[in-house]
């Protein structure tokens, strides 16, 4: 904030943080300045609003999406309790993902311990269970694991393992649900949510140059280098806000990835065709719109052309191939 303040100076700015850097001190320092915050919270903290996550009160913000006010704990802030319905499908998913593998392996170390000659060592076994709930953690805790002596087999190890009801029947309530925390007043919850997405469309550039520029993986040693990679994922959120507020404005909603996808498959290709006068005459011709693409280009008002800059001459390179006579 120090720093922010040197540059840019002390005029009132909400801090959207996520919930990483989240906790009281830094939340008293900014207030201790008399700055706003818009922040997310532990997962934890949902639990205390298990009850408003089967009640009204819900406003709309997208088709998927819903939001709305519930009551600080302490009073002073605003709580926005998010929920999605997209992000639901993904987390059930993550959680039956890593519930299977965890039960293959227990289903494994199980196994191994029924069958084994020699006799285990219960502190690696216990090693290897850690291991393995700590690789699948976002579904360790719906598992009870008890490791108990073998009774047919002094000596040995028997594996026991059973899922806990209880954290099953609040995955399936809180899949997709979040919480947001601010020290805004007068602020309606949509509008909440909206400022907060600003910081996973900053996030979204970053990622734009690690997997669609392919710039991973990226370890910066030298400064130089670092400002370069902030300033280009700022020119790509730049950008993204840009065509966001363009397909605003030509009714297209604002989901630029759908349109991103669509355009990324209008391609410029080279063409080369050799000729009978010793050179070769290079092209750079744009693909043609399909019918989708024909449609949106037409909302935004973009015109496309056939060819990209002059056609160019080149001399032709002697591979022993014949020369077209008709050209």
């Known amino acids: ?24 001190e830094n939340l008293e320092f ?22 408003e996550l089967t009640q009204s009160g819900w406003t709309a913000v997208y088709e998927d999406m819903e939001v709305k006010l519930v009551a600080s704990p302490g009073g002073g802030e605003t709580f926005v309790l998010c929920r999605s319905t997209s992000r639901a499908e993904k987390e059930k998913a993550m959680h039956e993902r890593f519930s299977k593998r965890i039960e293959e392996g227990l289903a494994t170390l199980a196994k191994r311990l029924a069958t084994t000659r020699h006799r285990p060592d219960r502190t690696r076994v216990g090693m290897q269970i850690g291991r393995l709930m700590g690789k699948n953690s976002r579904a360790a805790s719906k598992y009870e694991v008890t490791l108990i002596d073998d009774p047919d087999r002094p000596g040995h190890l028997r594996l026991h393992w059973r899922c806990r009801p209880e954290w099953t029947d609040w995955a399936i309530l809180s899949e997709g649900a979040y919480l947001l925390r601010t020290n805004l007043a007068g602020r309606q919850p949509q509008e909440l949510w909206k400022t907060y997405m600003q910081l996973t469309d900053a996030e979204a550039a970053f990622r734009t140059l690690k997997s669609e520029l392919r710039l991973r ?29 363009w397909m605003e404005n030509s009714g297209l909603g604002s989901g630029f990835r759908t349109v991103q996808e669509e355009f990324a498959r209008i391609k410029c290709c080279e063409v ?51 020369c077209s006579p008709n050209f």
């Open 272 to 322: 080369i065709l050799p000729t009978s006068t010793g050179r070769e005459l290079q092209l750079r011709c744009i693909t043609r719109p399909d019918e989708a693409q024909r449609i949106l280009l037409k909302r935004l008002k973009i015109e496309i052309p056939s060819r990209m800059g002059r056609p160019q001459w080149r001399k032709m390179l002697e591979t022993g191939a014949k």
């Open 1 to 24: 904030m120090r720093s922010v303040e040197a540059r840019h100076g002390s005029a009132r700015r909400v801090w959207v943080l996520d919930r990483g850097m989240v906790n009281e």
């Open 217 to 245: 993986p990226m370890f910066h040693q030298i400064q130089r280098r670092i400002h370069a990679h902030v300033l280009v994922a700022f020119i790509a959120y730049a950008m993204t806000k840009t065509l966001q507020k």
């Open 30 to 51: 900014i207030r201790q300045r008399g700055g706003s915050y818009l922040v997310g919270t532990p997962r934890s903290m949902l639990r205390q609003y298990e009850s």
